[in-house]
């Protein structure tokens, strides 16, 4: 087993600290340069493209549908939660990473995947990058991550 960074994903604005943070961002490139398992899911591919390594890979990411369908339906009770930035996730990535190819794999709101059952939820794997979604794709997620740290 090799040595992995795992960044995880999250939203409301507490996580700014976390997704903006130059050191993490510096850490992710010293992995991609080294060919060492870098994993993200949801808002932590944020990161990655942050750190400028995207370009030229596949990459999964929270779809604009999911975060807009996670605000539009909790917004009149929890405001903003939903939303860490004003731009959409998905739509920063496309702007930092121009070259990356999205891959988000088919439309899905509820389908998650489980331990025992993960034929629902959606990994997108590319050389030692693992990337995910959102939540319900965790447990598939982090077995491919395992499988990356292997090779």
Same mark, same amino acid.
């Given at each position: 087993?090799?040595?992995?960074?795992?960044?995880?994903?999250?939203?409301?604005?507490?996580?700014?600290?976390?997704?903006?943070?130059?050191?993490v961002?510096?850490?992710?490139?010293?992995?991609?340069?080294?060919?060492?398992?870098?994993?993200?899911?949801?808002?932590?591919?944020?990161?990655? /493209?942050?750190?400028g !390594?995207?370009?030229g890979?596949?990459? @999964?990411?929270? #779809?604009?549908?999911?975060? $807009? =369908?996670?605000?539009?339906?909790?917004?009149?009770?929890?405001?903003?939660?939903?939303?860490t930035?004003d731009?959409?996730?998905?739509?920063?990535?496309?702007r930092?990473?121009?070259?990356?190819?999205?891959?988000?794999?088919?439309t899905?709101?509820?389908a998650?995947?489980?331990?025992?059952?993960?034929?629902? /939820?959606?990994?997108? !794997?590319?050389?030692?990058?693992?990337? @995910?979604?959102? #939540?319900?794709?965790?447990? $598939? =997620?982090?077995?491919?991550?395992?499988q990356?740290?292997?090779?």
């Amino acid at each position: 087993v090799r040595d992995g960074v795992w960044l995880t994903g999250g939203h409301a604005k507490e996580m700014r600290p976390y997704l903006e943070s130059a050191r993490v961002q510096h850490i992710v490139r010293q992995f991609f340069q080294s060919n060492l398992a870098v994993g993200a899911i949801c808002h932590g591919t944020l990161i990655v /493209a942050r750190a400028g !390594v995207l370009d030229g890979r596949r990459t @999964a990411c929270l #779809p604009k549908y999911m975060e $807009r =369908a996670g605000y539009f339906s909790t917004a009149w009770k929890i405001g903003r939660h939903y939303r860490t930035y004003d731009e959409y996730l998905q739509d920063e990535i496309v702007r930092l990473a121009p070259n990356a190819l999205l891959d988000n794999g088919s439309t899905t709101l509820f389908a998650r995947g489980t331990d025992d059952d993960d034929s629902s /939820a959606h990994v997108c !794997v590319d050389g030692q990058y693992v990337s @995910a979604r959102w #939540p319900g794709d965790a447990w $598939r =997620a982090a077995k491919s991550f395992l499988q990356a740290m292997r090779e």
